[in-house]
């Protein structure tokens, strides 16, 4: 094997202890008062109405399964956006795709540092970095797909169209082209043509796969969607048959333990979406623990076509819009978009960790908002994705918060279930470039597809949308106690620093990080252990942060206070994680409740300045 081709070494897949991430739900007034947006500095001493508190709920995790710069003179700024009391009867619901929460916290995030214009050279290959086009070609302007070989082994995807794909001792392969080709050529389509032809070379699950969803759909949709619907699906089947043109060479697994980019084209992407919409992918149907993709997330969709539910056709119009516009079945001007997108898998060493108890870094930089979503509101800062450590969650189940959310109006990011690894404790998924094109509002079973979403983000030097996402998994608390004991803090605290860290070739230029209630709500995370969490780990990162809480006012307030009593009493990430250690050991003697943390801060260490 070519080192060169950027594959990663042989090496142990182990166990991962990660059991996935909790939601924060993505929340805010559907209807409001535009003039409640405006973000200003607040005085930390200030009190304000703190209406019910909102949680957040994790949904299945998968039902078949910024950087901030030198520390300056001056301390660290706590900000928070105004807004108005929740009316009575008002629904807290997501944006449609952030765009009318432009005004939320903008001169708040102003403060936050800015996405600096960093060069980020030569697009190549390394043995830590694959990329899946002509990078030759590429210089001189043009993307086509690098040419190569697929690897059918263990450290590679196993692609549909190679020789040693068999079904009952012939070639899937052909038995796949010749039931795509049925596709492309009626009139109309129905959901029983798209079930009988995915069957013909999925023999095995003719009987166990439910296809009841996605005849539903197409009975609720009317004559227009239908017509186009019939168009997209032909389309899709010929762009899934481009395969072997258009990603001849091998894409490697993202495995645990080892740090490995890939860079593939917006239209590698698509054809391999298409083709994990007709489940053509060998290998990655059976779930039980012995199968070889045991540790990996489903990504053929069949789990999306049974089981109907209103959250699935939603789920089909987003999913129906991607593929509307990359095969260009609706408007001349849709296709698929030029650019690329880098999945990055970032592992940390256990020499690489941070010594909590010594660290000497000061609390950066933080701004609250109780308005306004990540991904709406987050532009230009690294997004927070509350991740399962399965990538995805239940996108092609019913799961429909957070992370589900961000991958269906973010459909791109979907490939990452190919060749993903469950997430270690000390790993993350880093993707730069994925490109939006839906906009929605709602979370959960109120989730709405609403539009096209015209994604005008500008590109970086290596054309991929200035948008980076990272998939953090929190630990899921049964009994919520147990994260007040430090082997649990330090887990937490080394994913959220591997997330917020990096500076690989492939993410160094988003200084400020978007996120909120990471972990919390149905996984039992405490929002005040967690919001302390992701502070300690910004600081050792170097980075500011924008907090969302999701319309929980009262929280925002608490935030605030604790950041700003921090900040001014100079006290390090050493000093508040021995604080924590001390509060986790008096809680665990009854000396404490879970309740107390704050309060019991501020005793500790009232009045006196940061020794290490």
């Not at 182990?14 to 059991?19: D, H």
């Not at 880098?342 to 609250?368: A, D, G, V």
């Not at 620093?497 to 909120?516: K, L, Q, R, V």
Request: net charge positive; charged share 25%; glycine share 8%.
């Amino acid at each position: 094997m070519d080192a060169a081709d950027g594959f990663p070494e042989e090496g142990s897949r182990g166990l991962n202890e990660a059991t996935g991430a909790m939601k924060g739900s993505s929340v805010m007034k559907k209807t409001r008062n535009d003039s409640s947006q405006v973000a200003d500095i607040v005085s930390p001493g200030r009190k304000r109405q703190s209406p019910d508190r909102m949680g957040s709920e994790r949904m299945d995790c998968d039902e078949t399964h910024s950087r901030a710069a030198s520390k300056t003179a001056s301390k660290p700024s706590t900000s928070v956006t105004a807004s108005a009391p929740k009316r009575e009867g008002a629904d807290l619901r997501g944006a449609a795709g952030g765009r009318d929460d432009g005004a939320v916290g903008e001169n708040s995030l102003s403060e936050l540092r800015k996405v600096p214009r960093k060069l980020m050279g030569a697009l190549q290959f390394s043995n830590s970095h694959t990329i899946l086009v002509d990078v030759n070609l590429y210089a001189k302007g043009t993307i086509v797909a690098r040419n190569g070989l697929a690897l059918w082994d263990a450290y590679s995807v196993r692609m549909p169209y190679m020789e040693q794909n068999k079904l009952q001792g012939e070639s899937r392969w052909e038995k796949i082209k010749t039931s795509l080709r049925n596709l492309e050529k009626p009139w109309s389509l129905t959901a029983k043509d798209v079930e009988k032809n995915i069957k013909r070379y999925n023999p095995k699950y003719k009987d166990e796969w439910s296809f009841d969803a996605l005849q539903k759909f197409f009975e609720v949709i009317d004559g227009d969607e239908g017509k186009s619907l019939t168009r997209t699906l032909k389309r899709m089947a010929g762009l899934a048959l481009e395969l072997p043109e258009v990603c001849p060479k091998g894409i490697p697994l993202l495995r645990t333990g080892k740090s490995h980019s890939i860079t593939l084209s917006q239209k590698q992407i698509a054809c391999l979406l298409a083709n994990a919409f007709f489940c053509t992918f060998p290998y990655r149907n059976a779930t039980n623990p012995q199968a070889e993709y045991a540790k990996y997330p489903t990504i053929n969709f069949h789990s999306l076509f049974g089981r109907w539910s209103e959250r699935k056709m939603q789920k089909f119009r987003a999913i129906f819009h991607y593929f509307r516009v990359v095969t260009g079945a609706e408007k001349k001007e849709w296709k698929v978009p030029e650019g690329l997108v880098t999945f990055s898998r970032e592992y940390i060493s256990e020499s690489s960790i941070p010594s909590w108890k010594r660290c000497s870094e000061h609390l950066t930089n933080l701004n609250i908002f109780s308005e306004g979503t990540i991904e709406g509101s987050g532009q230009d800062k690294l997004q927070v994705d509350f991740a399962c450590s399965l990538v995805g969650g239940g996108v092609l189940a019913s799961g429909l918060v957070q992370e589900e959310i961000l991958f269906l109006v973010h459909p791109e990011l979907i490939v990452a279930r190919l060749f993903t690894e469950k997430l270690g404790d000390t790993e993350c998924l880093r993707i730069t470039g994925a490109q939006q094109y839906s906009e929605y509002y709602g979370y959960k079973d109120e989730f709405t597809w609403v539009k096209h979403h015209e994604d005008n983000t500008e590109r970086d030097e290596w054309l991929r949308r200035k948008r980076q996402i990272v998939a953090i998994d929190a630990l899921d608390f049964k009994n919520p106690k147990d994260q007040f004991h430090m082997k649990k803090v330090d887990r937490e605290l080394n994913k959220a620093y591997c997330g917020f860290t990096g500076d690989s070739e492939t993410h160094c230029y988003y200084p400020t990080i978007a996120t909120g209630n990471w972990g919390c709500g149905a996984f039992g995370g405490d929002v005040r252990l967690k919001a302390l969490i992701q502070m300690m780990a910004a600081a050792v990162a170097k980075r500011d942060m924008a907090y969302f809480t999701f319309g929980d006012r009262g929280l925002k307030q608490e935030l605030e206070e604790m950041h700003h009593f921090l900040t001014q009493r100079n006290i390090t990430v050493g000093r508040l994680y021995r604080t924590l250690e001390h509060f986790c050991y008096a809680l665990n003697t009854g000396n404490q409740r879970a309740s107390d943390l704050y309060n019991y801060i501020r005793t500790a260490v009232k009045d006196t300045t940061s020794l290490i």
